[in-house]
């Protein structure tokens, strides 16, 4: 688009209207001043000279000239009609007062787009005008430049736009250090995770994973305690503690209550190290056992706790506890900010979610719906009443269901999330069985989750690859049945969805897409994604994370469950 046009499209209505006003109310002064209707010209020439200015204010040479010209009239005018006027006789030159109001309208329309510079051109074009046009101009026998009374007007308009530029521009000056002190919520965010992406790239591994932290944190430890089981815990909410990372030979099950009477309820509650001759797990075998809690405290604020075990009696003396909590100190610093950066990307994710949930609803939902109640009418009123017309108009009608009910399931994904209470199996269970029943699925559900929990977004995922999993076979299997295993003890959890549709090799290449993104999601949370082939028929989505001595039997029960 041409500069030219852009700038007409960007006229404002109200200056357009603040000009005519201004410019009605300087020729009724010219009337009155005068009483002569042919000065009326010189109003008819200042609406020419403003003209381009009122069409293409923000235009870089055309704004600028008509303004530049619109004063130059001006002080001609104001000269001219002077010269006639019978305000206060001939010779007082107090006529001008009738036509200089006019330079209110450049100078503030300056003042208002900011271009203070322009505004002190165009005043100081005026006032040569003025004098020029004042010396040129014999009333009397005297040059009107000479009359004390033209004087006087001409120097009372010229201060007054003066006094109005300037006190604009300082008007602006103090809005804008006003507005360059206080910080806008973007610009700093922006800034701070600016600042958080650096430290992050200088964290070992350069990571904000609370998990990777965690096992850093653990390897660590290794160096100066012996340490033949170890767990850093983190809260999750609801008076319970979850599992980010942890080493051992043997999967522990770890006391993540912290209401009970345990070491860790109490490092907690202290913020002090602790130290137990018996195990914090909930199914230790017996035997004897050295314990250390040692809270992970940035600031005032408890972020997690470390257990260490040995399995042996007084294992972690003062020395060793001191070596530890020397560890734990900046390494609960890296782990606050894993975990805030952790919560503002879930904030952000479900966020997200919501909004397209709301514009699909608001969007192209009720527009199909609409659609639908068309066709509706047009069944009700064909007048011919062909049969191939109507097959036509039902199978429309067919087909915006299925949108609609396409469209109601994406909004039903968009919106589930794990529930703090509910847990990740329930989740999972209330996403299969919606969508089975809407693709004619026989759903077979397997579940078995502890209460203890996991970090909430490793759940979050386990979610989505779930509901991409299930969302696969009921679009691309043409399945009749749907098995969904799920597992939860954490640090591990399995989920597998099985169909007896066609098999991954028959997907149309938009399930492929859906594989990958699973893929990536479960490398997120460093789990193992697999996709194998169904006996006799159908495709086995399964991913795991972490490790358990129950996995076979788990595979096995699943298996035994798939042929029931």
């Not at 040059?143 to 530029?165: D, E, T």
């Not at 604009?168 to 973007?186: E, I, N, S």
């Not at 706790?305 to 734990?328: H, K, S």
Request: aromatic share 4%; glycine share 8%.
């Amino acid at each position: 688009m041409p500069a030219s046009t852009s700038a007409l499209a960007r006229s404002h209505p109200l200056a357009v209207a603040a000009r005519v006003v201004v410019l009605s109310l300087v020729a009724v002064l010219t009337l009155l001043a005068t009483r002569d209707l042919a000065q009326l010209w010189w109003i008819a020439l200042l609406a020419v000279a403003g003209l381009p200015a009122s069409l293409a204010p923000q235009h870089w040479l055309i704004g600028p000239l008509s303004r530049v010209a619109e004063v130059a009239v001006l002080g001609l005018a104001a000269s001219q009609v002077a010269a006639v006027a019978t305000i206060g006789g001939h010779i007082d030159g107090l006529g001008a007062s009738a036509v200089l109001p006019y330079l209110a309208v450049p100078v503030t329309v300056t003042a208002l787009r900011r271009r203070f510079r322009e505004g002190a051109i165009l005043i100081a074009t005026v006032a040569g005008t003025l004098l020029v046009a004042g010396a040129l101009t014999e009333v009397g026998g005297v040059r009107q430049v000479s009359q004390p009374g033209y004087l006087a007007v001409c120097a009372q308009w010229l201060v007054l736009a003066v006094l109005g530029l300037y006190a604009a521009q300082t008007l602006h000056r103090v809005m804008q250090v006003r507005h360059d002190t206080k910080p806008q919520p973007y610009a700093e965010a922006t800034r701070l995770l600016t600042q958080l992406r650096t430290v992050a790239r200088q964290l070992p591994g350069a990571t904000l994973d609370p998990g990777g932290i965690s096992e850093h944190l653990l390897e660590e430890l290794r160096t100066v305690a012996r340490t033949d089981r170890g767990a850093v815990l983190s809260a999750s909410g609801g008076g319970r503690l979850v599992v980010l990372a942890q080493i051992g030979a043997d999967r522990v099950d770890w006391e993540t209550t912290l209401d009970a009477d345990s070491a860790i309820a109490d490092a907690w509650a202290s913020q002090q190290p602790q130290t137990a001759a018996r195990s914090q797990s909930r199914s230790h075998r017996g035997g004897e056992v050295s314990a250390l809690i040692v809270p992970l405290v940035a600031g005032v604020r408890t972020v997690g706790l470390v257990v260490v075990e040995a399995d042996a009696a007084a294992a972690y003396p003062a020395p060793v506890v001191a070596q530890v909590t020397g560890l734990t100190g900046p390494a609960a610093l890296r782990l606050e900010a894993a975990l805030l950066f952790d919560e503002v990307r879930s904030l952000a994710t479900n966020e997200e979610r919501q909004r397209l949930a709301r514009e699909i609803h608001d969007g192209v939902a009720q527009e199909l719906v609409m659609v639908g109640y068309g066709i509706d009418n047009a069944l009700a009123t064909v007048h011919d009443d062909t049969e191939e017309t109507a097959e036509s108009l039902r199978t429309l009608r067919h087909e915006v269901t299925r949108v609609i009910t396409e469209l109601r399931l994406s909004l039903f994904e968009l919106r589930s999330e794990v529930d703090r209470h509910g847990g990740l199996a329930a989740a999972i269970a209330e996403y299969a069985r919606t969508v089975g029943a809407s693709g004619g699925l026989r759903v077979h559900l397997s579940l078995d989750e502890s209460t203890a929990r996991l970090p909430a977004a490793t759940e979050a995922e386990l979610l989505r690859i779930a509901q991409e999993a299930v969302t696969n076979a009921r679009k691309h299997a043409g399945a009749s049945n749907l098995w969904v295993t799920c597992e939860v003890d954490p640090p591990f959890a399995q989920i597998e969805v099985s169909d007896d549709g066609h098999g991954i090799g028959d997907q149309r290449s938009d399930g492929h897409y859906g594989l990958a993104i699973m893929a990536e999601r479960a490398e997120r949370i460093r789990g193992r994604l697999e996709i194998r082939p169904r006996q006799p028929s159908g495709t086995t989505v399964a991913v795991v994370v972490g490790s358990s001595p129950r996995r076979d039997n788990v595979r096995g029960s699943a298996a035994a469950a798939e042929g029931e």
